[in-house]
């Protein structure tokens, strides 16, 4: 809900910097105010929540290549493989979605990239980890 105060890639409505407004956007025990019609009230620093997250995405992507790029030389290709592809979907389905508006199945499927991402960042640091009692790689 709060991509929506973001409807372009890098810009936002409203004044997503005021001081107040960015304690509150990142407060995990703010309310969340409903309108007449049952629809949630997007306040001006919910924008800074998505540039955030944005913002982070890049830093990951960036990383999370250098990474791959890196252990391919000593890793098989299908150890990095679920890595590089759910990476690249992520992202490929993050910008899709601020282009199209937000749509659910988009954002959904957004979400399930990020759990497939999260498996395979856990299933990769599992084949990285030497066996209890066993001496260390190199």
């Given at each position: 809900?709060?991509?929506?105060?973001?409807?372009?890639?890098?810009?936002?409505?409203?004044?997503?910097?005021?001081?107040?407004?960015?304690?509150?956007?990142?407060?995990?025990?703010?309310?969340?105010?409903?309108?007449?019609?049952?629809?949630?009230?997007?306040?001006?620093?919910?924008?800074?929540?998505?540039?955030?997250?944005?913002?982070?995405?890049?830093?990951?992507?960036?990383?999370?290549?250098?990474?791959?790029?890196?252990?391919?030389?000593?890793?098989?290709?299908?150890?990095?493989?679920?890595?590089?592809?759910?990476?690249?979907?992520?992202?490929?389905?993050?910008?899709?979605?601020?282009?199209?508006?937000?749509?659910?199945?988009l954002v959904?499927?957004?979400?399930?990239?990020?759990?497939?991402?999260?498996?395979?960042?856990?299933?990769?640091?599992?084949?990285?980890?030497?066996?209890?009692?066993?001496?260390?790689?190199?």
């Amino acid at each position: 809900y709060a991509s929506a105060s973001c409807p372009g890639l890098v810009q936002c409505e409203g004044d997503m910097l005021a001081a107040g407004k960015m304690a509150d956007a990142f407060n995990p025990l703010r309310g969340i105010t409903l309108d007449e019609g049952g629809k949630a009230v997007r306040t001006d620093a919910l924008g800074l929540i998505s540039m955030a997250h944005r913002s982070f995405a890049f830093i990951t992507a960036a990383y999370l290549a250098w990474l791959v790029r890196r252990l391919k030389l000593s890793l098989p290709a299908r150890n990095l493989l679920p890595l590089s592809l759910f990476s690249i979907s992520q992202i490929v389905v993050g910008v899709t979605s601020i282009w199209l508006d937000m749509p659910l199945l988009l954002v959904t499927l957004h979400n399930a990239l990020a759990a497939g991402l999260l498996l395979s960042s856990v299933n990769l640091l599992h084949r990285l980890t030497p066996a209890t009692g066993s001496e260390p790689p190199g």
